[in-house]
């Protein structure tokens, strides 16, 4: 199995951005689609981002427009721009596969003023 390690969060205000990364245990070549999670104080895990072997990407609509996701194959490594932080941003972000398999320990996103 194939495990992740996030990072990059932080407190940042509203309008801010940040750069998330994450690092996979083993190659992520093979893997077809990969996606960036979150879960909010008191709310369902939800995928805001997917990334397919190709590149091709989808967003949730929350998100569009503000986030880019993006992988490096050679690297084991997938990241989440994120733009035009809005207070409803502030969440937990996890990395995985699309279906995911094990969670990490994620890392926290807080916009706050």
């Known amino acids: 199995q194939v495990h992740f390690v996030e990072s990059g969060g932080g407190l940042v205000q509203p309008g801010g951005s940040l750069r998330l990364s994450c690092i996979a245990s083993?190659?992520?070549?093979?893997?077809?689609?990969m996606g960036w999670y979150r879960q909010a104080p008191g709310k369902q895990r939800e995928l805001v981002a997917v990334?397919?072997?190709?590149?091709?990407?989808n967003y949730a609509d929350s998100v569009k427009g503000r986030f880019t996701i993006s992988r490096d194959n050679a690297k084991n490594t997938m990241y989440l721009q994120m733009n035009s932080l809005k207070s409803e941003d502030t969440a937990v972000y996890y990395c995985?596969?699309?279906?995911?398999?094990?969670w990490g320990q994620g890392t926290q996103v807080t916009i706050s003023s």
């Open positions: 995985n596969l699309n279906p995911p398999g094990p």
């Open positions: 083993g190659s992520i070549f093979s893997f077809y689609a």
């Open positions: 990334i397919i072997s190709g590149g091709s990407t």
